[in-house]
């Protein structure tokens, strides 16, 4: 039996990152909400809690290595870590971020062992134990699933399970008052499930994972974040508990005072409810099928009581296409203008509804942030490619239904977003979406690769290296990093 055969970990394919994208660094973003009384509240002390964090951003076995993850895993850790830190949870001095490519070997199965049990040691009986994972999941069988360290090697010892993350709890004698996993992989749900189902040695564990049992967690280009990741920061950020006096409620230079309460319930409903309208508007056309990407996080709490920096675009600044008018004008119009599906139409209305997901996104503000806005618009244009080619395989290629569905996914995304200017960089990004799901599928779509050219000539934008082609050609678009499974 192949070692593909026996453990599922969801495809992923290492994509050249498209030239015009949006640069990413960190920034903070301060839109605190102040719970004042909460449904829920988790005590602790902060000085006695700790957290730990692994960001596996690359594999050692040579069988594995080819699904090494990328740079999102890691700003993935990096933002959760920073997040407990600026709104107050526990010090600086006590969150730990490990990387794979650290030569520290931390990130190994003995090395995620070794550092896990020092912090759960390190944590005092009135603290909080975080411990955040984001890389792969794996899942073998239909019963058993763990996370994928930075050595895995489709063996048996070589991934971290329910009953391991239980084991290493007992080890380090964890007197934490309250221990919190926040697990970002594909998957998670099912390590979640299975911790329910184990004699755990801890009175009080939180298990907040990125999605279901079956179900991927995605990476976005983008958003230079996992959607899970993103939005559980986005989510502490705005629902802080409010303790002791009301001059405590405001933010200093980006970090809160410590804070002795978390309202982890709160905090999970917001993440839940904006990762499941980021991720539904995703849909894929693989194997002559369309699915869905809705990913559904879930939060399991073992209890015997009740108990941003994030990535912002930096780029110059880009010419305006006014309210569509650039865009009419690359109509061909030796071509008949091509009506979309209306199975595509149907969809794209279902999401003009007020209660839809980009109305959900819009009432936080959410489509205001450019990482957000530019993820929505060009997950949509991926979906509307895949319902043309599944319903309308003979003129998807066409540039004129290219021109169709941008104009339609705008409209709708206009209709929530409040009359965002969308730019060149917008345009080029759909277009490298749109087609991705052509060149998955082997279609061909010369006329797209030239119409590429024509809107980087017209406007002063660089294009990829084409090694020389005279004619324009399918390598004229550069390769995407589309939405990527952990």
């Known amino acids: 039996m192949q070692p593909s055969q026996l453990f599922q970990i969801d495809g992923y394919k290492d994509f050249v990152l498209i030239s015009t994208r949006p640069k990413c660094s960190p920034s903070t973003y301060l839109d605190f909400e102040v719970i004042e009384n909460p449904a829920e509240r988790v005590e602790y002390d902060p000085a006695q809690s700790h957290l730990v964090a692994f960001a596996i951003n690359y594999q050692s076995d040579e069988k594995f290595k080819a699904k090494t993850l990328g740079q999102s895993v890691v700003n993935d850790a990096r933002i959760v870590s920073r997040t407990f830190v600026q709104v107050g949870v526990l010090p600086q001095s006590n969150a730990i971020v490990h990387e794979a490519k650290d030569p520290s070997n931390n990130c190994t ?58 084991n290493w709890l007992t080890e380090a004698s964890c007197e934490a008052k309250h221990v919190l996993f926040t697990l970002d992989c594909c998957y998670a749900g099912g390590i979640a499930d299975a911790l329910t189902t184990t004699d755990i040695s801890h009175w009080s564990l939180f298990i907040v994972s990125s999605c279901t049992a079956n179900e991927s967690s995605y990476a976005v280009n983008t958003l230079g974040h996992s959607v899970f990741s993103y939005f559980l920061a986005y989510a502490m950020r705005k629902c802080i508990v409010k303790s002791g006096d009301a001059g405590e409620t405001e933010p200093d230079g980006g970090h809160r005072p410590p804070s002795s309460a978390i309202a982890l319930q709160t905090i999970f409903t917001e993440c839940h409810l904006c990762s499941e309208a980021l991720s539904s508007l995703l849909v894929k056309y693989t194997n002559g099928s369309l699915h869905s990407a809705v990913t559904h996080p879930n939060i399991q709490i073992l209890s015997s009581s009740t108990a941003k920096s994030s990535a912002v675009e930096e780029t110059d600044s880009q010419p305006q296409l006014g309210r569509f008018t650039y865009v009419h004008g690359l109509y061909d119009q030796q071509k008949p203008i091509q009506p979309l599906h209306r199975d595509t139409e149907n969809w794209l209305s279902s999401h003009r509804h007020p209660a839809g997901p980009l109305s959900k996104l819009q009432s936080r503000n959410l489509l205001q942030r450019p990482e957000v806005f530019c993820t929505a618009l060009c997950s949509m244009m991926y979906s509307v490619g895949s319902f043309q080619l599944y319903y309308d395989p003979a003129t998807v290629a066409c540039v004129n239904t290219f021109i169709m569905a941008y104009m339609n996914v705008a409209s709708v995304i206009d209709l929530h977003s409040g009359g965002t200017d969308f730019s060149v960089l917008h345009l080029t990004l759909a277009l490298g979406y749109y087609t991705e799901v052509l060149k998955k599928n082997n279609i061909l779509f010369d006329p797209l690769g030239a119409l590429y050219v024509r809107i980087c000539r017209e406007n002063n934008q660089p294009e990829e290296d084409t090694d020389g082609a005279a004619e324009s050609t399918v390598s004229d678009i550069p390769p995407i990093t589309e939405w990527e499974p952990l």
């Open 109 to 166: 199965f003995e090395g995620i062992k070794r550092c896990f049990i020092r912090t759960a040691e390190s944590v005092g009986r009135d603290g909080l134990f975080v411990f955040h994972f984001s890389g792969h999941g794996i899942r073998v069988g239909n019963d058993q699933w763990g996370l994928a360290p930075s050595d895995f090697d489709y063996t048996d010892r070589a991934y971290i399970t329910a009953s391991v993350l239980n």
